[in-house]
Structures are given as C-alpha cells and as structure tokens.
C-alpha cells in the first residue's frame, strides 16, 4: 500500500515524483551556480578591474574636485560609439600652466615633450557581441554614473 498523505503536507508521496522534485530543485541550484560564475567571473566582467595605469590620473581630483565635465575629456562621446580617450594636446590645455612638482606630471611633460601617446589600459570595456553607441545615451541625457559608477569619486578608475 502506498504512503497517505498527512493533510495540508505538500510533500510527494511517489518514488518518481520525490525524484523529479529533486532533480529539478538540483537544475535551480545549478542555474544559480552558473549564473554567478558567468555574472562575476572574468567571462562577463562584473568582477572589481583596476589596471595599473603608466601614469596615474585621479578622477576625483579632475571630475570631482576641479568639476570638469566628462565630455570636456571624452569628446568623442558627443559624436560616435566610444568616449575616447583624450589626446596630449587636451591635458597640455591645462598642465602646461601648472607650476605644481610632482614625477606624474613630469612623465605628463615628457610624453607631451616626445609628442608620444599614454598608452592607457582600458577600464571599461564591452563584450565582443555587443554594440554600445555613447552617442545615444548623450542625446538622452544619460548621466555617465548611470553605467560608471561615481567615476568623480575615484582616485583610481575601478570596473
């Protein structure tokens, strides 16, 4: 004779029924699994990045403190897919009136002096099979914290 169920128990009184709500209970649990190692794993890249830069350069001090704006630097946002990194010429407009010391802002004149790029490492950056437009989301008035995060808050530009 088979198992009675106690009244207002949701407990499966079938060998096959126990063993379909196990294995299903077994996918949810792998799912979850799967979904954090895919989330916060080097795949998708929600885990913390923060390269070391050949010259270190401090959000905080420019975009907060200084209150300059993010498209003064990422020009390139206003008008196609990526913000762009700012060229020597753009950090001279105001480095090249500072009379502040300091061994970043001498590799800054060096690389200015030399006409020689920073070769920055990239922070931020987008999947293979996905195409991003910064153009859009400026037209929108998208604020760049919505995506970046309180980027005017770092002292170290961290994903």
Known sequence: MGRVRKPGSLKPTS???RTVLKVFVLFILLGIAGDAVFYYGPVYGLTPHTPKQPIPYSHKQHAGDLKIPCLYC?????????????SLSKCNNCHSNLSVESEAIDNLNKHIEEGKPIEWVRVFETPDHIWFNHKRHILKNIACQKCHGPIETMEVTSR
Do not use: L, N, T
């Open 74 to 86: 990422h020009a390139y946002a206003r008008r196609s897919e990526i913000a762009g990194i700012p």
């Open 15 to 17: 060998f096959i029924a």
